[in-house]
C-alpha cells in the first residue's frame, strides 16, 4: 500500500535493568526492518526507556544509537513503574500510531511489524491494536483467563490477556488520556479508554517464547500474582468509580 509514505510508527519499550537484552532488541528490529521492504527506518521510531536501571542498560543503549538510526532514548533517573516509563516514551513519540512492547523479547520484535500491517491494511484512523499470546505456560494462561474474566464481566466490557504486547493505537488517541497510572495498570487502562473511544479493536496471535535473559521483574510466583491481581481489581473500581469517558 502507499500509505507508508503519510503514516509514521513509534514504539516505546520500557528497559529496567535489561543490559543484556538489548543488543538483541536492536539486532532483532534491525532485521524485521530490512527484511520487510515496506517498513523502513524512514516510517518507524523505536523508543528505548531507560527506566531507572541499576545495571548499564542506559550505557549500552547510548553506544549503540549511532549504529541504529531509527532508535532513540528516554531517560528515567529513578524507577516510578513500568507505566511510568512507558509514559516517558510515549511523550518523545512522534508517530501518527504509537504503542509499545517488551524489552525481554517475549514479544518478538517481528509482532511489532505485523501490527504495523494490519494498520495499513486496513486504512484505519481509529485501530487498537493488541497482541494475543499463544504457547504461555498452563499456569499463566489460566491467570490470565481468570483476569480476562473478572475484567470483562466487572467492567462490562471484553477485556482479553490484557497485558499482551504489542500495544498500539492512534496518536490523537492517547493525547485524550488523563491521569493514566504509572505501573502495570497502564495495559489495562489503555484497553478500558480504547474501548470508551470506540476504536476497533484488533486481537492478533502472537508467539510467547520463553525470556533469553534475566528474570521477569513481576511475575515471579504467586505472590507477585497475587499483589498484581490486587492492583488491578482496586485499578479496575477506581476506573469504574470515576466512570473516566
Excluded at 528490529?29 to 530490512?34: D, K, Q, R, W
Excluded at 545495571?55 to 532508535?71: C, E, G, K, M
Excluded at 493488541?130 to 471484553?158: A, C, I, Q, W
Amino acid at each position: 500500500g502507499g500509505g507508508y509514505n503519510y503514516m509514521k510508527f513509534s514504539i516505546v519499550i520500557p528497559c529496567f535493568n535489561e543490559e543484556k537484552n538489548i543488543p538483541l532488541i536492536f539486532e532483532r528490529f534491525n532485521t524485521v526492518l530490512t527484511s520487510s521492504e515496506e517498513v523502513t527506518e524512514r516510517v518507524f521510531e523505536l523508543i528505548l526507556v531507560d527506566n531507572g536501571s541499576r545495571d548499564s542498560t542506559r550505557q549500552v543503549i547510548q553506544s549503540l544509537l549511532p549504529n541504529n538510526v531509527f532508535a532513540k532514548m528516554a531517560v528515567v533517573d529513578v524507577n516510578q513503574g513500568y507505566g511510568y516509563g512507558i509514559l516517558q516514551g510515549l511523550g518523545m513519540a512522534q508517530g501518527d500510531y504509537i504503542g509499545w512492547t517488551h524489552a525481554d523479547l517475549q514479544t518478538d520484535p517481528a509482532d511489532v511489524v505485523s501490527a504495523v500491517n494490519i494498520i495499513e491494511k486496513n486504512g484505519a484512523p481509529n485501530l487498537f491494536i493488541k497482541g494475543n499470546r499463544r504457547g504461555r505456560p498452563l499456569f499463566d494462561t489460566f491467570f490470565t483467563v481468570g483476569m480476562s474474566v473478572f475484567e470483562s464481566l466487572y467492567m462490562n466490557m471484553r477485556l482479553v490477556d490484557i497485558n499482551a504486547q504489542p500495544t498500539i493505537f492512534p496518536f490523537a488517541f492517547y493525547k485524550e488520556w488523563k491521569n493514566p497510572p504509572h505501573d502495570f495498570a497502564l495495559d489495562l487502562y489503555a484497553l478500558y479508554m480504547a474501548q470508551k473511544a470506540h476504536l476497533k479493536a484488533v486481537r492478533f496471535p502472537v508467539k510467547f517464547p520463553p525470556r533469553l535473559h534475566g528474570q521477569s521483574h513481576w511475575n515471579t510466583g504467586l505472590a507477585a500474582k497475587w499483589k498484581f491481581i490486587k492492583r488491578t481489581i482496586e485499578f479496575s473500581t477506581k476506573l469504574k468509580k470515576e466512570g473516566i469517558s
